[in-house]
């Protein structure tokens, strides 16, 4: 099965730097790749997500890469702020036939310092 | 939201008592998915639905059975609660490839 290695664990940044977190997966099949954001007490939020046929994607502040050959993808935040502060997860998916399973890194507590 | 409710929002039981937990969604979504949440392990997932009366299992399913005899309602039961099974457990619509996850269980085992 899909195994979604994600790194660091932890990232403390200051207010206004850049935030970079790194996922890998083991899957070739696998052609979706969404990044969620997860405050405290609350339920994971997709944020942002990466198709294989894309090599790249932005919204605004936040922006995800893939390079298929090596089997990596990462999360970029710019500008970051207080309230980036969370944990986020990247996952991955072979998509159709019959189910959409996601496989989940274990997270990464970011931490913006004002 | 994504239009999905879980009940409870947190439940105390006693090791050995039978737990059902209860994912309820409003808008005909086709696939269905449980995940457990644990510190150091992210989201894993129990146990998955692609219709009625059609699930499988996910890469932690020991312990757990589901059922899905309604469109809307997709039920996680524990027939034997254990204190390894103390975690908070998400329900998730897929919308396409996209995923959507309800607020969430808490539940302890004691």
């Known amino acids: 099965g899909e195994n979604v290695e994600q790194h660091p664990s932890t990232l403390s940044v200051q207010e206004g730097d850049s935030a970079v977190i790194k996922c890998t997966y083991s899957?070739?099949?696998?052609?979706?790749f969404p990044w969620y954001k997860q405050e405290l007490g609350k339920r994971p939020q997709l944020i942002i997500d990466?198709?294989?046929?894309?090599g790249e994607k932005k919204d605004q502040r936040i922006a995800v890469t893939l390079n298929k050959t090596a089997k990596h993808f990462s999360l970029h935040i710019t500008e970051t702020q207080p309230e980036d502060s969370a944990v986020y997860f990247c996952?991955?998916?072979?998509?159709?036939?019959?189910?959409?399973?996601?496989?989940f890194g274990k997270g990464t507590l970011l931490t913006v310092n004002p | 939201d994504a239009g999905i409710t879980q009940s409870p929002r947190h439940k105390v039981t006693e090791t050995g008592t039978p737990v059902t937990l209860r994912c309820h969604q409003t808008?005909?979504?086709?696939?269905m998915y449980w995940y457990r949440q644990d510190p150091g392990h992210g989201l894993r997932l129990i146990h998955y639905?692609?219709?009625?009366?059609?699930?499988d299992k996910g890469e932690v399913s020991d312990g757990y059975s589901v059922s899905r005899s309604k469109t809307e309602d997709f039920l996680l039961t524990l027939e034997s609660a254990t204190s390894s099974q103390t975690s908070v457990y998400f329900c998730?619509?897929?919308?396409?490839?996209?995923?959507?996850f309800g607020p969430g269980t808490r539940l302890t085992v004691t």
């Open positions: 998730a619509i897929s919308v396409g490839d996209e995923q959507y």
């Open positions: 996952a991955a998916s072979s998509s159709g036939g019959s189910n959409y399973k996601l496989t």
């Open positions: 639905s692609y219709g009625v009366k059609d699930t």
């Open positions: 808008e005909n979504h086709r696939y």
């Open positions: 899957d070739s099949a696998s052609n979706y």
């Open positions: 990466i198709r294989s046929n894309v």
